[in-house]
C-alpha cells in the first residue's frame, strides 16, 4: 500500500486548506481511511476518518464543525478540507489506510500510513 499526503502549507488563523491523500497498491479499496496529526513534541492524534461507501464519518471532537473528510472512490483519492483554521491545527497530517470497511480513532487499526504533509497555521 502507497499513500501519499499533499495539500499542506502555511495558511493565516482562520484560512482553509484542503489536503489530498492518493492511493495505490490497496489492500483492498473497501477499507475505510483516516487522517491522523502530530504537533511538535506531541503525540499523533485522531483527526477523521470515513468509510468507503461515505455513510459513516467520525471526527475529533477539535475539528468538528470545521473540518469535512471525504473521498472520490473512482481516483481512490481522500480529502481533509480544513476551514477556520487557528495555530492549534499546526501539525504534520497523515492519511492511513484502515484493516477493515469501518473506521476507527485507534493508531492501531491502521496498519498503512502516509508520509505526512506540513501544515502551519500563523499570521
Known amino acids: 500500500v502507497q499513500l501519499q499526503a499533499s495539500g499542506g502549507g502555511l495558511v493565516q488563523p482562520g484560512g482553509s486548506l484542503r489536503l489530498s491523500c492518493s492511493a495505490s497498491?490497496?489492500?483492498?479499496?473497501?477499507?475505510?481511511m483516516g487522517w491522523f496529526r502530530q504537533a511538535p513534541g506531541k503525540e499523533r492524534e485522531f483527526v477523521a476518518h470515513i468509510n468507503w461507501r461515505h455513510t459513516v464519518t467520525d471526527y475529533a471532537d477539535s475539528v468538528k464543525g470545521r473540518f469535512t473528510i471525504s473521498r472520490d472512490n473512482d481516483n481512490d483519492t481522500v480529502y481533509l478540507q480544513m476551514n477556520s483554521l487557528s495555530p492549534e491545527d499546526t501539525a504534520v497530517y497523515y492519511c492511513?489506510?484502515?484493516?477493515?470497511?469501518?473506521?476507527?480513532?485507534?493508531?492501531?487499526?491502521?496498519?498503512?500510513w502516509g508520509q505526512g504533509t506540513e501544515v502551519t497555521v500563523s499570521s
Open positions: 492511513a489506510e484502515h484493516r477493515f470497511e469501518i473506521g476507527s480513532r485507534w493508531l492501531k487499526d491502521y496498519p498503512y
Open positions: 497498491r490497496r489492500t483492498s479499496v473497501n477499507n475505510a
